[in-house]
Each structure stands twice: as C-alpha cells, then as structure tokens.
C-alpha cells in the first residue's frame, strides 16, 4: 500500500565513508525492485533496479542488495560524497498491477564534509 | 535518454481557478504515464495511471472530476487540477513507463509546484 510518514528517517555519514540504506518492502508478489535518489525540490532520479531473480547487482559506485526472504532491500554507496545528499526511495512493484510502483517511505542522507 | 519534462514546473493561483501541468518524454513513447502527488517530508503517493487512448485509473480517495486527466499522445500527458483549494498545494511529479529490459522502469519529471492561495 501506499507509504506516508511526516518524518523521514536520516541517516548522517561522512565524506569518504560508504553509506548503507535499508528499506523494508511489502508486497511478498513483487518482483523488480528500484532505488530513487530524490534532490530538495526535484523529480526522483533512477540510481538502480533489481529482479526477484537475483540477490546482488552493482552499478558505479552503488550496489543493491535483496533479500526475499525477510522482505529487505539496500542500497550501499561507495565513498559517500556531499552529491550524493538527497531522500533515497526503494520501489516495488507490488502484484505488478499495470505497471505501478508502491513506494517505500524514503530515507534522508546527510554528507557530512 | 530517458527524460521527462513537466510544464510549469512552479504555479501559483487564486483559490477557484484551475491549473493545467504538462508531462512530456522527450526522447521516448510511453503508453503509460503515472501522476503522483508529494507533500513535504512524505514519500510519492500514486493519484492515477494514465494510458494513451484511454481513461485514467484513479487510485482509490483521488477524485477524477477533480483531477482530470489526458494522455493525448504518446509523449504528453496533462493533469488538470479544477477548482484548485489550498489543500491541494503540493509537489504534482509525473513518470513515463518506457519498455526496456524489465518493462517496469518508470521515469520521473522534475516536478510541479502549486501553491494555491
């Protein structure tokens, strides 16, 4: 279902230091999963995706780790860097209903310089 | 490629009038295209999926005689938000499904902001 929360989880790290975001998905049906990078007062940015299929992808700098059984998601980033300051979102796609995507409640980074 | 424009991307209007966003991808044809609505410090809270050619489908709560909804073509997508109340102040985001390797992947436009005064 839908996620609505009036205070966003923080997670402060510094410069050069990896970063690690959990999210806690749903939908025990959902089989692709996406993480967003959302920036103050802009659209969510596609970082990476992952099926059911798997249990690791990486990307540059990022990797994505899933596991089906306890319903968890992360998200790691290497070498955290002040850019990479903004709310991460984790999405799925639920019964796969028309394509929609239930989005998680988002986490805010602070890159600490 | 991949990008997702929306027009305006900040509006302010009087209480009563209506307000018309634009969704448009640039480099792509979407069949689908999904409006959300965001308040502060909240997570992207689905109002409807639009497909081109047909009717929107409304999430449940979402008035559609409120929220009316076009998808002309398959590269716009319009949400017309009517008789606009400063309860629906908020941050419109619309994404464009384009088929890819997973089909699934959504695509985000940088934002509308209403503030209705």
Not at chain 1, 6 to 20: A, F, K, R, W
Request: glycine share 8%; aromatic share 10%; proline share 3%.
């Amino acid at each position: 279902g839908e996620s609505v929360g009036l205070h966003l989880p923080t997670l402060s790290v510094q410069e050069g230091d990896n970063s690690i975001i959990n999210c806690a998905y749903s939908n025990s049906a959902s089989d692709y999963f996406i993480w967003y990078k959302q920036e103050s007062g802009k659209g969510p940015q596609f970082i990476i995706d992952i099926r059911s299929n798997m249990d690791k992808r990486q990307g540059q700098r990022v990797t994505v780790l899933l596991n089906k059984t306890v319903k968890h998601l992360s998200l790691q980033i290497a070498a955290t860097q002040p850019g990479d300051s903004a709310v991460y979102f984790c999405a799925e796609n639920g019964d796969n209903q028309g394509g929609k995507l239930i989005f998680g409640q988002g986490t805010e980074l602070s890159v600490k310089p | 490629g991949a990008v997702v424009s929306q027009h305006p991307s900040w509006v302010i209007c009087k209480s009563g009038t209506s307000v018309k966003i634009e969704c448009r991808s640039l480099d792509f044809q979407a069949t689908t295209m999904f409006w959300y609505r965001q308040f502060p410090k909240q997570s992207l809270m689905l109002m409807a999926t639009s497909n081109e050619g047909s009717k929107a489908t409304y999430e449940q709560g979402v008035e559609k005689d409120k929220f009316l909804i076009n998808h002309a073509s398959l590269t716009l997508s319009t949400l017309t938000v009517t008789s606009a109340h400063p309860e629906d102040s908020s941050f419109y985001i619309c994404s464009a499904r384009r088929a890819s390797g997973t089909g699934e992947t959504q695509y985000f436009g940088p934002g509308t902001r209403l503030l209705v005064l």
